[in-house]
């Protein structure tokens, strides 16, 4: 059952990478890369390693981008094998990490290896954005790295994601986008007093509740062929200071939207202002932009994935914007067409994490296949 994707993935798995953690897996990959003539570039930011490596100085570049790090194991001894000892039992590899997203990493290393060995001279170039710091506070990682590039002006056209976003096969799903996120703290400010006094008080929960209403009932667009409607949910309310004879001087609301591409941030701030305004309200809000939605639609990119499962696995394969967000919505502001593809993922950041064994080598096939389509 031995390949060089599966040893490879051997490998970066013994690494107990737990955010922000590398361990030695970037130095492995960099090493890998840099003896098929990839430039390498380690970028480090405070405690994340991340790693740039290029091959090629033309346009167009494609990107395969992912993380070394992965979640804590929880309880080790909830697992059935250690989480970094890799091991394999009726045809699945067990470990942390290995469905998010390792294997995917040695699947990139192992296609561009032969890659390159069947296409020294190919087009445009290839290039490789790995960091540490994915499944943390994102800070220090893909962020930074894409400001870099920005600042000097290096450009990725398209982006290979190696998260794990098949379902129930390999390559049944491809993730073309992902929804945005926008949380808001809203305080409405009354004024406090006696229950059996009203005309000396204002109560921000009576003040409120029209437009809170209002918030609920508004359609603030009606999606698109990629994306559902953009909902607008309420998670917390809280006023009162417990006494059942004292209207309160505050109230505080979160919530938070799940956006489509068929509206921005600013005009999701405007809308919810406008509502509050025409209320009067005394009012402040915190937002807290947590993402923004991407969408790369159908064309050289999606359509070089779903030739290359197709040639591969024989199935077709459907696009899908759904689940949380990625790193993939730091890059795709810049410009590039950004999918995901990778193996199953069914067990992520749970115990006994796994992949089927079987799917290392097609998934290597299938990447090797897209820079076939893309830079030959
Ligand atoms: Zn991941």
């Not at 993939?328 to 992949?355: D, K, M, S, Y």
Request: charged fraction near 20%; include cysteine.
């Amino acid at each position: 059952m031995s390949s060089a994707t599966l040893d490879l993935s051997l490998a970066l798995l013994k690494q107990p990478s737990v955010t922000p953690l590398d361990y030695d897996c970037q130095q492995m990959i960099a090493a890998r890369l840099s003896n098929v003539g990839f430039q390498i570039e380690h970028m480090p930011f405070d405690d994340v390693k991340n790693l740039w490596a290029r091959r090629g100085t033309t346009a167009p570049l494609f990107c395969f981008a992912g993380h070394t790090d992965v979640v804590p194991t929880g309880d080790q001894n909830a697992w059935d094998s250690a989480p970094f000892a890799p091991e394999i039992r009726d045809g699945k590899l067990y470990g942390r990490g290995s469905a998010d997203m390792k294997t995917a990493i040695a699947a990139m290393v192992i296609a561009t290896e032969r890659f390159v060995e069947k296409h020294p001279d190919h087009k445009g170039s290839i290039a490789y954005l790995i960091t540490s710091d994915e499944e943390g506070p994102s800070i220090n990682g893909t962020v930074k790295v894409i400001e870099t590039l920005e600042a000097r002006n290096e450009k990725i056209d398209w982006c290979l994601v190696g998260e794990p976003s098949s379902t129930a096969k390999l390559g049944d799903i491809i993730k073309n986008g992902r929804r945005g996120s926008l949380n808001g703290v809203l305080k409405v400010q009354g004024k406090q007093g006696h229950v059996a006094y009203p005309h000396l008080a204002q109560n921000p929960i009576h003040l409120a509740t029209h437009a809170l209403d209002q918030l609920c009932k508004t359609t603030w667009d009606n999606g698109n062929d990629y994306f559902p409607a953009t909902s607008f949910q309420i998670s917390n309310i809280q006023a009162g200071t417990g006494a059942t004879n004292v209207i309160p001087d505050i109230l505080t609301v979160t919530f938070n939207f799940r956006f489509s591409t068929e509206v921005t941030a600013d005009e999701l701030k405007q809308r919810v202002q406008a509502i509050l305004d025409h209320e009067n309200l005394n009012y402040s809000i915190d937002w807290t932009l947590s993402g923004l939605p991407f969408l790369t639609p159908v064309g050289d990119l999606v359509n070089a994935a779903k030739n290359s499962i197709k040639k591969v696995t024989g199935d077709d394969t459907t696009l899908s914007t759904s689940g949380g967000t990625s790193d993939g919505r730091f890059i795709a502001p810049t410009g590039a067409q950004v999918i995901e593809l990778g193996v199953l993922n069914a067990t992520i950041h749970q115990i006994n994490e796994h992949v089927n064994v079987a799917d290392l080598e097609p998934l290597a096939e299938i990447y090797e296949q897209m820079l076939v389509e893309l830079l030959t």
